[in-house]
């Protein structure tokens, strides 16, 4: 099927780069012992890549909250 499940750090920014998230949050990244890089990996080429302010890094139990804006109260709707 071609469905790629897991990805290494120049994948990982290389996706970054691809769709241009305003947030992203790096999940599984140690907990299988089949990944291609360490998180540190991915780390260095997110500063390599200037990405530093779209990647959000979470420990293991840590919480993120979103900030969801209303485009459509935005716009006027």
Known sequence: MGIMLTMDGKEGV???KIISPKKA???HYNDHDVFKSTL?????LVRE???ED???YLMHGETYN????NQ???EGY
């Open 14 to 16: 290389e996706m970054n």
């Open 25 to 27: 949050i790096p999940i």
């Open 40 to 44: 540190e990996d991915f780390q260095i």
């Open 49 to 51: 890549g200037g990405l």
């Open 54 to 56: 779209q990647i959000h």
């Open 66 to 69: 979103f900030e969801v804006s």
């Open 72 to 74: 459509k109260q935005q």
